[in-house]
């Protein structure tokens, strides 16, 4: 799997948008990028994934640049709710692979009241 | 749907005695169960993957007569820490991969906290 490499802390204001970023730049072409988070304590969530194209759902959007070196996670509107350690990971399409999900140590992201 | 549950959520035992960890897939069938510890502040590390009917692939530095894994059907697998240490005291997560998913997405469960006397 490609490596990533992101921030280790961030703040965010409550109700502001918070912009996650993670640098792929080994990224192969067969890789997708995937964002998870873990609330403390908890086990880890899915956001969401892409290969290209941005993509959003109804907790996030995906921003992917058009080299594919790097994306953002975006949380819209930030809630205190929302603090956690985010995690970017690549690794090829799931369907074809009995690959893992390896984390690396994440973004740790604070929302303030 | 695709909820992962663990048990117990918390356990605290004493040094030497033996601890069973289970993860089940609740509402689907999962070919493939992964389990990872995690130490205060630090990310999640992949300990062993594990698959139903078979022998557990473990991750490198993982000892697997320390570490039981067994994955006796598709919607439960269970890890024993033998003789557990205090070293041992971790935060223990299990995922689960979904049968016939097309994305193949892990699911994680909650996590059981072990503390070792």
């Known amino acids: 799997d490609a490596k990533t490499t992101q921030p280790t802390s961030m703040d965010c204001a409550e109700g502001r948008a918070a912009n996650l970023p993670c640098n792929h730049s080994t990224i192969s072409g067969n890789e997708y990028v995937y964002w998870y988070r873990q609330i403390h304590s908890q086990g880890p969530q899915y956001i969401i994934h892409g290969l290209k194209n941005n993509e959003t759902n109804e907790m996030a959007s995906l921003i992917i640049t058009e080299d594919r070196k790097s994306s953002t996670l975006i949380l819209p509107h930030a809630t205190l709710r929302d603090t956690a350690v985010y995690y970017c990971?690549?690794?090829?399409?799931?369907?074809?692979?009995?690959?893992?999900?390896?984390f690396g140590p994440g973004t740790s992201l604070s929302v303030i009241p | 749907g695709a909820v992962v549950s663990q048990h117990p959520s918390r356990v605290i035992c004493k040094s030497g005695t033996s601890v069973k960890i289970e993860c089940r897939s609740l509402?689907?069938?999962?070919?493939?169960m992964f389990w990872y510890r995690q130490f205060p502040k630090k990310s999640l590390m992949l300990m062993a993957t594990s698959n139903e009917g078979s022998k557990a692939t473990y991750e490198q530095g993982v000892e697997k007569d320390k570490f039981l894994i067994n994955h006796a059907s598709l919607t439960l697998s269970t890890l024993t820490v033998t003789s557990a240490h205090p070293e041992d005291s971790s935060f223990y997560i299990c995922?689960?991969?979904?049968?016939?998913?097309?994305?193949?997405?892990?699911?994680f469960g909650p996590g059981t906290r072990l503390t070792v006397l």
């Open positions: 509402d689907f069938q999962a070919t493939t």
């Open positions: 995922s689960a991969r979904k049968l016939g998913d097309y994305h193949n997405e892990q699911f």
């Open positions: 990971i690549v690794r090829v399409d799931m369907k074809t692979s009995y690959d893992k999900v390896i």
